[in-house]
């Protein structure tokens, strides 16, 4: 079984920063693309960040030139670095892995998702 555990969520002012780590445990073979997605109250569950296996980043508009994702292929950790961040980056995160293969699974891959942390900006 695989799991994803989530940490550095919490209250920050605007314009502060907080970085938000994501592991997976488990008997892990292989990853795909890991990512974060928040969903705000009322909202969609949207994309704010994601990597690819071979180091390929994708970002939000909203993100852009904020925040930085990247992974630890060694560790399975995916990190966002958010600076700057505003009233409207309020969500709860959530850590996202693609196309995981198990080490003793029959090739079949998985996506699995965090419970999510929650990110607030406000002053």
């Known amino acids: 079984q695989v799991q994803l555990v989530e940490s550095g969520g919490g209250l920050v002012q605007p314009g502060g920063s907080l970085s938000l780590s994501c592991t997976l445990s488990?008997?892990?073979?292989?990853?795909?693309?890991l990512g974060w997605y928040r969903q705000a109250p009322g909202k969609q569950r949207d994309l704010v960040a994601r990597?690819?296996?071979?180091?390929?980043?994708n970002y939000a508009d909203s993100v852009k030139g904020r925040f930085t994702i990247s992974r630890d292929n060694a560790k399975n950790t995916v990190n966002l670095q958010m600076n700057s961040l505003k009233p409207e980056d309020t969500a709860v995160y959530y850590c996202?892995?693609?196309?995981?293969?198990?080490?003793?699974?029959?090739?079949?891959?998985?996506?699995?998702w965090g419970q999510g942390t929650q990110v607030t900006v406000s002053s």
């Open positions: 996202n892995a693609e196309r995981v293969k198990l080490a003793a699974g029959t090739g079949a891959m998985y996506d699995y």
């Open positions: 488990g008997s892990i073979f292989s990853i795909g693309a």
């Open positions: 990597i690819t296996a071979g180091g390929s980043i």
